[in-house]
Structures are given as structure tokens and as C-alpha cells.
């Protein structure tokens, strides 16, 4: 059988994941191979160096680089404290002594005597790297990073905001299609991951935050209201670094758009399970998609070798069209032609037949597609 390979975002009900769990500079991991690790596991940690300031001592002594040795009261390697003097002259008979006083606590890094400048290096802060996702150690790399195997649900979103986060999943409305309003947040979502349908508006996102909800997950959002929460407009940069104090994962597009049926069928027989999801997205080279993750106890069954099946838009594949008037309408393909078709712009492209959810087909430009991985 003839395939067409087109980009896709993957809705699994059952699948293995790894995740490499990697440290930004090398440290300490603290996980063996085939250890089992939750979600709030301490896999590996590091220190980052603390912040620098450098004091340029000539000049604020009004001295020459040649004296700086005899004003010293540290060396290299010595701690300091805020405010301690860390080189002090002699003054005049004694009297009038000036001082250099350590803007901040940490330690006397380096000394140039060439220029008079000393670096003062602030303590270092601690960081943990966590598991985010229950698994199977499968992997580890020395200082550096473990990968977990994880046997579970999968769903890639299209656009995601806020880190990494877990919790019990909820599911706060009844259809794909119901809107997420401040209505429908309860005082027990708090610490939850709580699933929407068509659209979470700007209210229910400030009444998430107040209640103390960790993620939602929902088929839309508005573009406006994403401006108005960041307070600046999103370009191609990464997401996942916000402090909003909720992680949004949009599995859909921006807009009042249905979550799939699939999708959200998918998250209803998963409500209750310990849930991970991290909104980070990056929409530029080297794609990141936000996703949300749902490990299971069981293990998956294979038949062979999927990859090629996956990643191919073939007769019956389910698919979402990504370009207007159709954009957000989940569908299957019912037919490849294999001649090329004129568009109304007298581009010739190869198409495919869609029939959508609602019984209506169209034929629509292979490129106005993307699979939905299953």
C-alpha cells in the first residue's frame, strides 16, 4: 500500500515513553536502573553557580594595582559576608583607612592584579531535577541525567503555556463541546488537573488560579485572553517558563474549537489517575509540543512494527485540518487521489478526501492536514 507522509500530534491510549530527566550542568543522579520513580522523586541534583559581582577595588580606593596585595584581607577561596571588608589601606598615620565592603554574601573568587578588579561569587543555589512522571529507570548517564520508561496515555497538544505539573485528573464539564467557565470551578479541584471542552475562558483560568488548580487541559483558548494573562504578546520563542501559576495545555487551537471526541473520550476513562502535563511549546525549529501524560499499571500489547503505519496518512486515518474555512474539524481520510488538483490559486497539489465528524466530505490539500496519531 502507497503511503503520504504528513506531520501529525499523537493521541495514544496506550504506548511506552521515555523521558530524560537531565540535569542543566553535571551533579549528583540519585536513581539505579530499573528503580521505580513517582512523580515527586528527587531523581538527580546540581548546584548552579551563584550570581557574580565584580568590585573594582583600585578605583574605588583611589589606589594604584601595585598596593592592592598590602590592602587585602581575604584571599582567594575565602568566604565573605554582606558588608564584611574584604580589603581595607593603611590610611595616614593610621587614621582616615578606607574600605571595600562585600556587596553580597559568597566568596572572594578571583583577584586581578593587573587591573584591580576582584569577583565576588554569591553562594550557589541548589537544584533538584524531579521525576514529573511516574516510570521505570531504564537508563542512566553518570552526572548528567536519567531516562524513565513509561507505560501509559499520551496526547500532544497544540499550544501549552506554564512547566511541568501533576496531579489527580478531573474532568470539569460534560461534552467536548462545553465551554470551561469560572462556573465550573470547584473548591475541590485544588492540587488537580482539571480537563475542559470547546474553550476556557479568561474567568476560569483566574478562578483556577485562585482555587489552586495545577493544569488545565481544553480544546481552545482566545488569543486575546493569552495576551491579557502574560501581559505581553507570544512570538516563536519557547513557552514553559511563565509564572501564572497554572500549566495550560490547548489540545486544539485558539478560539472556541471541540476538543476531539477522541481526546477527550480518551482523558474521561483516565479521570481519577495521577496525571502529568507540561505546557511547553516551541513553534519554531526543533518542535516541542506540550503534552500530557497518564502512566498506567498495565503493560501495552505490540503487533509488529508501527512506526511506518504512524507516521503515514492512509484510507481511514484520523485527522484534524489545521487551515481555514475547516481549521479545528476532526475527521478521516476517505480517499488519496493520486493526480494533482488545481487550487483556486492555480497551485497544483495533491488532496485527499475528508469526511468529518458530522458526516460532511471535502477534499482538502495535503498540506492543510495533520494526523492524529492513535
Given at each position: 500500500?502507497?503511503?503520504?507522509y504528513?506531520?501529525g500530534l ?5 504506548t ?22 513517582n512523580?515527586?522523586d ?12 565584580p568590585?573594582n ?9 601595585e598596593?592592592l ?5 581575604k584571599?582567594e577561596?575565602d568566604?565573605v ?5 574584604f ?9 582616615f583607612?578606607?574600605?571595600c565592603?562585600?556587596?553580597i554574601?559568597?566568596t ?7 587591573t584591580?578588579q576582584?569577583i565576588?561569587?554569591g553562594?550557589?543555589?541548589?537544584l533538584e ?5 511516574r ?6 548517564d553518570?552526572a548528567e541525567?536519567?531516562?524513565l ?8 497538544g497544540?499550544?501549552g ?12 464539564v460534560?461534552?467536548?463541546?462545553d465551554v470551561l467557565g469560572p ?14 471542552g470547546s474553550l476556557v475562558?479568561?474567568d ?6 485562585a ?12 488569543d ?5 494573562f502574560?501581559?505581553?504578546e507570544?512570538?516563536?520563542?519557547i513557552?514553559?517558563e511563565e509564572?501564572l501559576?497554572?500549566?495550560i ?17 480518551l482523558?474521561?476513562r483516565?479521570a481519577g489517575?495521577?496525571t502529568?502535563?507540561n505546557g ?6 526543533g518542535v516541542i ?19 511506518e503505519?504512524?507516521s503515514?496518512l492512509?484510507?481511514?486515518t484520523p ?13 478521516k481520510?476517505t ?12 497551485a497544483?497539489?495533491r ?5 468529518f465528524?458530522d458526516?460532511e466530505r471535502?477534499?482538502?490539500?495535503r498540506a492543510?492536514?495533520e494526523?492524529?496519531k492513535?
Open positions: 500500500m502507497g503511503y503520504a504528513t506531520p499523537t493521541v495514544a491510549e496506550h511506552v515513553l521515555r523521558q530524560t530527566r537531565r540535569l542543566p550542568l553535571k551533579g549528583e543522579v540519585l536513581v539505579e536502573v530499573g528503580q521505580t520513580v512523580a515527586d528527587v531523581v538527580a541534583r546540581t548546584n548552579l553557580p551563584g550570581e557574580v559581582k568590585v577595588v583600585v578605583g574605588k580606593l583611589g589606589i594604584a594595582t598596593e596585595p598590602e590592602i587585602l584581607l584571599k577561596g568566604p559576608r554582606k558588608d564584611e571588608p580589603c581595607r589601606t593603611k590610611g595616614f598615620f593610621g587614621l583607612k578606607s574600605e565592603l562585600s556587596p554574601d559568597g572572594l573568587e578571583s583577584i586581578s592584579y593587573v584591580g576582584v565576588i561569587r553562594a550557589p543555589t541548589a531535577k524531579l521525576g514529573y512522571v516510570g521505570t529507570v531504564v537508563a542512566v553518570e541525567s536519567a531516562t520508561e513509561i507505560n501509559g496515555s499520551f496526547i500532544q497544540i499550544f503555556i506554564g512547566g511541568e505539573t501533576w496531579g489527580e485528573l478531573v474532568i470539569a460534560d461534552s467536548p463541546t462556573d465550573r470551578i470547584r473548591p475541590e479541584h485544588a492540587g488537580k488537573i482539571i480537563v475542559g475562558t479568561a476560569a483560568v483566574k478562578a483556577a488560579i482555587v489552586g488548580v495545577k493544569g488545565i487541559v481544553c480544546g481552545g483558548l482566545n486575546a485572553d493569552l495576551r491579557s502574560l501581559g505581553y507570544l512570538g516563536v520563542a513557552t514553559g509564572t501559576g497554572v500549566t495545555v490547548i489540545t486544539e487551537g485558539f478560539g472556541e474549537i471541540g476538543m476531539a471526541k477522541a481526546t477527550f473520550d482523558l474521561k483516565r489517575r495521577l502529568s502535563i511547553a511549546t516551541q513553534i519554531r525549529a509540543r506540550p503534552e500530557v501524560i497518564i502512566p498506567l499499571d498495565e503493560t501495552p500489547a505490540h503487533s509488529g512494527d508501527e512506526s503505519s504512524n503515514a492512509q484510507i481511514g485527522l484534524r485540518a489545521i487551515r481555514d474555512p475547516f481549521f479545528g474539524r476532526i475527521g481520510c480517499a488519496l487521489p493520486v493526480e494533482l488538483t488545481a487550487l483556486s490559486s492555480e497544483m497539489v488532496v485527499l478526501e475528508v469526511e465528524e458526516g471535502a477534499m482538502l490539500p492543510n492536514v494526523l492524529i492513535q
